[in-house]
């Protein structure tokens, strides 16, 4: 089963996040009229898991300013007291990614950079037992916004270009809004937490009709 994007079922702003504004104008019409007749447009490929493997980064960054960028991300965790748990390969709808991984007690920390995304920080809590229909915690350092709107069962904290310190207190400050998270403190858990993350926003663009889901 192939995954897809609904473009009929998106809106204004995460389409022109997603295709730029020229070309959702250029679209305007073309979704108009397949919103009217209730039938889906076929946007770009949706990847089914978000890692894609593991990875080993001896020196990470294809540029002096991205190596510099990362290693001060590096340093800003390390010295906050968190833990290497390794490094992975992985896509979103933005391409492919690089990802370092932390953790730290309660919270996941994916400190990631492509050809798409400078060096920013994901940090994640999965709460123990749902609450108010809320089962993640979401904090992103990134410059550049989500493209799609974040999945109903998430709380997320958009903190461009700040620095580990205030994204941790953030995510700590959520996390204790709603109770006690899952500990992360391995690659298992890692995986399996970002597992839960990439479903729970699959789910989200199904309830909306945002998935066209196809045949190989």
Known sequence: MALQLNLAALTSSELERLLGSDASRQLAATLSSARLAGKPVEGPAVPECFLEG???FTAPGDTPDEARRIAELQGELLGAGLEVIGGYRACDLRGPLNLLAFGGGEVAVALRWGETLEPSLLLVSWLREPVAGVSGVLTSTSRAP??????????YRHLPGESAATALEAQRLGVRQYGRAQKVASRGDLEALLENLWRADLAALR??????????
Do not use: M, Y
Request: net charge negative.
């Open 207 to 216: 309830r909306r009709g945002a998935l066209i889901e196809t045949s190989r």
């Open 54 to 56: 593991a990875a080993e």
């Open 146 to 155: 989500n493209i799609l709107e974040v999945s109903d069962v998430l709380t």
